[in-house]
C-alpha cells in the first residue's frame, strides 16, 4: 500500500497518492483556457468544460434530468429509489457516501484543511479555496445581465433569481413563494409562531436574527444594559448628609435593622452608656446637625473609633441584649423632638 506521509491515507497506486498529495501541496497543473480555472486532475477539467459548453450527456431514464456528470446521475437515482446511506452516529442520510464521510467529520472534529494566512482550519479543501477569496478579493463568478461578481457560485445561482423572478421555494401552508430555503424557513415561523432568537437581558423573543439585532441595538435595550452594568447592591451603597458650616460627611450604609439581629451589634451596653455622658450635646449647633441623621446613626456617630475597632476584632466579648439598645435609640428620638440641652441617661 501507498502511504500519504501527511495524512496517512492509503492508496492502492503510485498515481492515485501523487494526485492525492495535490489535495496538501495545492498544485493544479491542469488549466481551462476559458476561464484559467485550475484543478488537480484531467477527469475535474474535463467535466469542467462542460460547464462552458452546457454539455449534459447523461440522462436519467426515469425523468430524463440531464446531468454533465455520471456521479450526478448516480446521485439523483436516489431521489426515485429513496437508497441513501446514513450516518451510524445521527442517523442523518445523505444521497452520496462522500458526504456522509464529510458528515462524519463533524462527530470527530476533523479539519484538515488551514489557510496559510489566518489559519482557519476546514473539513473539505473546497471551503478552504472559497475561504481564501476573503484574503484576495477574488470573486470569479459574474453575473451575464448585471455583470455583478460573487465569490462563490451559489451566490450567483440565488443572485440570477432577481433577473428572472423565479421563486422555487414555496410554502406548503400558504403558498407563498421563495427565491431562497432561508427565505421560506423565516417565513414558515409565521404560521408556527416559533421565535427561537431570544434577548438575553430581557428574555424577548423574535422571530429573525435581524430583528434581535435591531433590538440589542435600541436605545431601550442599551439603557437597560448600562443600568445593569451599573448596579450595586443596597447592601453596599453609600450616601452622604452635610451637616451645615462644618461641613461633616458621615456615611450611612444601607443595613437590617438592629431588632432583626441583636447579636450583630459590636457594643457593649455599659460602654455605650459611658460614652454617651460623656459626649453629651454641647451645644444647639450640634443637636442641629444630629436632626438630619437616623437615631441608629446617631448612636454609631457617639463611639469612639478606637472604642469600636476594639469591640469589632473581639466578637465573642460582646453580650447585648436588643433592649437596651432599643433604649438608648427611643431616649434620642425624645432630644430630636424638643428636649434640649438635656443630658443623656
Same mark, same amino acid.
Do not use: W
Given at each position: 500500500?501507498?502511504?500519504?506521509?501527511?495524512?496517512?491515507?492509503?492508496?492502492? !497506486?503510485?498515481?492515485?497518492? #501523487?494526485?492525492?498529495?495535490?489535495?496538501?501541496?495545492? $498544485?493544479?497543473?491542469?488549466?481551462? @483556457?476559458?476561464?484559467?480555472?485550475?484543478?488537480? !486532475?484531467?477527469?475535474?477539467?474535463? $467535466?469542467?468544460?462542460?460547464?462552458?459548453?452546457?454539455?449534459?450527456?447523461?440522462?436519467?431514464?426515469?425523468?430524463?434530468? *440531464?446531468?454533465?456528470?455520471? +456521479? *450526478?446521475?448516480?446521485?439523483?437515482?436516489?431521489?426515485?429509489?429513496?437508497? #441513501?446511506? &446514513?450516518?451510524?452516529?445521527?442517523?442523518?442520510?445523505?444521497?452520496?457516501? +462522500? *458526504?456522509?464521510?464529510?458528515? #462524519?467529520?463533524?462527530?470527530?472534529?476533523?479539519?484538515?484543511?488551514?489557510? *496559510?494566512?489566518?489559519?482557519?482550519?476546514?473539513?473539505?479543501?473546497?471551503?478552504?479555496? $472559497?475561504?481564501?477569496?476573503?484574503? !484576495?478579493?477574488?470573486?470569479?463568478?459574474?453575473?451575464?445581465?448585471?455583470?455583478?461578481?460573487? +465569490?462563490?457560485?451559489?451566490?450567483?445561482?440565488?443572485?440570477?433569481?432577481?433577473?428572472?423572478?423565479?421563486?422555487?421555494?414555496?410554502?406548503?401552508?400558504?403558498?407563498?413563494?421563495? &427565491?431562497?430555503? %432561508?427565505?421560506?424557513?423565516?417565513?414558515?415561523?409565521?404560521?408556527?409562531?416559533?421565535?427561537?432568537? &431570544?434577548?438575553?437581558?430581557?428574555?424577548? %423573543?423574535?422571530?429573525?436574527?435581524?430583528?434581535? %439585532?435591531?433590538?440589542?441595538? +435600541?436605545?431601550?435595550?442599551?439603557?437597560?444594559?448600562? &443600568?445593569?452594568?451599573?448596579?450595586?447592591?443596597?447592601?453596599? %451603597?453609600?450616601?452622604?448628609? @452635610?451637616?451645615?458650616?462644618?461641613?461633616?460627611?458621615?456615611?450611612?450604609?444601607?443595613?437590617?435593622?438592629?431588632?432583626?439581629? =441583636?447579636?450583630?451589634?459590636?457594643?457593649?451596653?455599659?460602654? $455605650?452608656?459611658?460614652?454617651? #455622658?460623656?459626649?453629651?450635646?454641647?451645644?444647639? @449647633?450640634?443637636?442641629?446637625?444630629?436632626?438630619?441623621?437616623?437615631?441608629?446613626?446617631?448612636?454609631?456617630?457617639?463611639?469612639? =473609633?478606637?472604642?469600636?475597632?476594639?469591640?469589632?476584632?473581639?466578637?465573642?466579648?460582646?453580650?447585648?441584649?436588643?433592649?437596651? /439598645?432599643? /433604649?438608648?435609640?427611643?431616649?434620642?428620638?425624645?432630644?430630636?423632638?424638643?428636649?434640649?440641652?438635656?443630658?443623656?441617661?
Amino acid at each position: 500500500m501507498n502511504k500519504c506521509h501527511i495524512c496517512f491515507k492509503e492508496f492502492f !497506486t503510485k498515481d492515485r497518492l #501523487k494526485v492525492h498529495t495535490r489535495i496538501h501541496t495545492g $498544485v493544479k497543473p491542469f488549466k481551462c @483556457d476559458l476561464c484559467e480555472k485550475a484543478f488537480r !486532475t484531467k477527469a475535474e477539467l474535463t $467535466v469542467h468544460k462542460r460547464i462552458h459548453t452546457r454539455e449534459k450527456p447523461f440522462k436519467c431514464d426515469t425523468c430524463r434530468k *440531464a446531468f454533465s456528470q455520471q +456521479s *450526478a446521475l448516480n446521485l439523483h437515482k436516489r431521489i426515485h429509489t429513496g437508497d #441513501k446511506p &446514513s450516518c451510524d452516529i445521527c442517523k442523518k442520510a445523505f444521497s452520496q457516501q +462522500s *458526504a456522509l464521510t464529510l458528515h #462524519k467529520k463533524i462527530h470527530t472534529g476533523e479539519k484538515p484543511y488551514s489557510c *496559510a494566512i489566518c489559519e482557519k482550519t476546514f473539513t473539505r479543501q473546497s471551503q478552504l479555496t $472559497v475561504h481564501k477569496r476573503i484574503h !484576495t478579493g477574488e470573486k470569479p463568478y459574474s453575473c451575464d445581465t448585471c455583470e455583478k461578481t460573487f +465569490s462563490k457560485q451559489s451566490h450567483l445561482t440565488v443572485h440570477k433569481r432577481i433577473h428572472t423572478g423565479e421563486k422555487p421555494y414555496s410554502c406548503d401552508t400558504c403558498e407563498k413563494t421563495f &427565491s431562497t430555503q %432561508s427565505h421560506l424557513t423565516d417565513h414558515k415561523r409565521i404560521h408556527t409562531g416559533e421565535k427561537p432568537y &431570544s434577548c438575553e437581558l430581557c428574555q424577548k %423573543s423574535y422571530k429573525l436574527s435581524s430583528d434581535l %439585532s435591531r433590538h440589542n441595538k +435600541s436605545a431601550g435595550h442599551l439603557k437597560k444594559l448600562g &443600568s445593569t452594568q451599573n448596579t450595586v447592591p443596597a447592601s453596599a %451603597s453609600t450616601s452622604f448628609v @452635610d451637616c451645615g458650616e462644618a461641613n461633616i460627611k458621615l456615611e450611612i450604609k444601607e443595613e437590617e435593622t438592629l431588632d432583626d439581629d =441583636p447579636l450583630s451589634i459590636n457594643m457593649e451596653a455599659e460602654n $455605650v452608656n459611658e460614652t454617651i #455622658k460623656q459626649e453629651g450635646i454641647q451645644d444647639k @449647633d450640634s443637636l442641629s446637625c444630629e436632626q438630619n441623621l437616623h437615631p441608629e446613626q446617631k448612636l454609631s456617630n457617639k463611639i469612639k =473609633p478606637e472604642k469600636k475597632e476594639t469591640l469589632d476584632n473581639n466578637p465573642l466579648s460582646i453580650k447585648i441584649e436588643a433592649e437596651s /439598645v432599643e /433604649v438608648i435609640i427611643k431616649e434620642e428620638i425624645k432630644n430630636e423632638e424638643g428636649i434640649e440641652g438635656k443630658e443623656f441617661v
